[in-house]
């Protein structure tokens, strides 16, 4: 019920591709899906986060996008560069805010090739 | 602002040996939490402070022990080093939610090793 299960563990994208990660939750508690980048050597940083009251939410080459009745999220890196290749993490909040807890899946190592 | 701080970045323990990772922000919030990150796990909870002197258990908290005296300092303590608590130790803090949710911010980690 609290997992959050991420998907692939890891891929490869050409320069200039679409990367896609998915992410799939159980608990139709959580109410907060943020996208986490993380860089070798360094802590995860927040890239974009979502509630469910929309379907889509887009940032610069970033999008998320949300199917609420499927219980799925997903992110997708249009015009992928080699600077994106990292590792990403969704993750899934479920208590408004109370404590800011997150739930976070197994995470996808990005690369990108030239 | 420094952020997150944590010290140290490495460290090689032995079984049964004692240490303390250090964990300081410099950004005034209220929320500190202590993740382990292991090769295709993800980030797991270990415990979590919403403020000075409240602290609670995460998902993974056998093995380890929190303090929160003040609200820039939330170091995480290991009693018996064991194998099993090899991994990265990451720090982060946030803001205190109001009805909403609000960034963490991670520390670059302490990578542990026992032996």
């Known amino acids: 019920q609290q997992q959050v299960k991420q998907s692939p563990q890891s891929l490869i994208v050409q320069k200039g591709g679409i990367s896609i990660i998915n992410c799939a939750y159980e608990n139709t508690a959580f109410d907060y899906f943020p996208w986490y980048q993380q860089f070798p050597g360094k802590g995860p940083a927040l890239l974009i986060a979502?509630?469910?009251?929309?379907s889509e939410k887009k940032e610069g080459r970033f999008t998320i996008s949300f199917n609420k009745s499927a219980k799925q999220f997903s992110l997708h890196i249009m015009d992928s560069q080699p600077g994106d290749s990292a590792t990403y993490f969704c993750?899934?909040?479920?208590?408004?805010?109370?404590?800011?807890?997150?739930?976070f899946g197994t995470g996808t190592l990005l690369a990108v090739q030239p | 602002n420094a952020g997150v701080t944590q010290t140290p970045k490495f460290r090689i323990l032995k079984i049964g040996q004692s240490m303390t990772l250090q964990c300081t922000q410099d950004?005034?919030?209220?929320?500190m939490y202590w993740y382990r990150q292991d090769p295709g796990m993800g980030l797991k909870l270990i415990y979590y402070?919403?403020?000075?002197?409240?602290?609670d258990k995460g998902e993974v908290p056998n093995g380890y022990n929190v303090s929160r005296s003040t609200t820039e300092d939330f170091p995480l303590r290991l009693e018996l080093a064991a194998p099993s608590q090899t991994s990265v130790y990451f720090c982060?803090?946030?803001?205190?939610?109001?009805?909403?949710?609000?960034?963490?911010?991670f520390g670059p980690g302490t990578r542990l090793t026992v032996l």
């Open positions: 993750a899934a909040g479920g208590d408004g805010g109370a404590t800011n807890k997150l739930i």
């Open positions: 982060a803090s946030s803001v205190m939610g109001s009805g909403s949710y609000n960034e963490q911010f």
């Open positions: 950004m005034n919030h209220n929320y």
């Open positions: 979502i509630r469910p009251d929309v």
């Open positions: 402070s919403v403020g000075a002197g409240i602290t």
